[in-house]
Nanobody, 115 residues
Framework: QVQLVESGGGLVQPGGSLRLSCAASGTVFRFYAMGWYRQVPGKQRELVARISSDSRTNYADSVQARFTISRDNAKNTVYLQMNNLKVEDTAVYYC?????????WGQGTQVTVSS
C-alpha cells in the first residue's frame, strides 16, 4: 500500500506562485511514475503534469512553460512548481503514483487563484 500526502495548496492572486509537494511512503518510490492531476466540480479529473521513474516529463498544454514537475527520490517526494497562476488553475490538485497495475491517489489539496 502506498500513502501519498499533498501539501502546499492555498489562496494566491493571479500571476502568483505556489509549490505543491507530495510525500510518498510505503513503497519503493523511485520505481513509480508520479503525476499531478486536478479537478473542478462537475468536470473530469485531468492530467496536469507527469514525471516518469527516469525523470522524463510531460505537461498539459494549458500549463506548459508555467508549471514544472520534479522529483527527489532521496526524499520520496514529488513537487509541482506553479508560476504565473491564472484563475482557471483553480482546482483540487491530486498526486498520483503509478506502476504497472498499481495506481494510488492522495487526498488532494485546494488551489484557489483569485484577486
Amino acid at each position: 500500500q502506498v500513502q501519498l500526502v499533498e501539501s502546499g495548496g492555498g489562496l494566491v492572486q493571479p500571476g502568483g506562485s505556489l509549490r505543491l509537494s507530495c510525500a510518498a511512503s510505503g513503497t519503493v518510490f523511485r520505481f513509480y511514475a508520479m503525476g499531478w492531476y486536478r479537478q473542478v466540480p462537475g468536470k473530469q479529473r485531468e492530467l496536469v503534469a507527469r514525471i516518469s521513474s527516469d525523470s522524463r516529463t510531460n505537461y498539459a498544454d494549458s500549463v506548459q512553460a508555467r508549471f514544472t514537475i520534479s522529483r527527489d527520490n532521496a526524499k520520496n517526494t514529488v513537487y509541482l512548481q506553479m508560476n504565473n497562476l491564472k484563475v482557471e488553475d483553480t482546482a483540487v490538485y491530486y498526486c498520483n503514483a503509478a506502476l504497472m497495475r498499481d495506481n494510488y491517489w492522495g487526498q488532494g489539496t485546494q488551489v484557489t487563484v483569485s484577486s
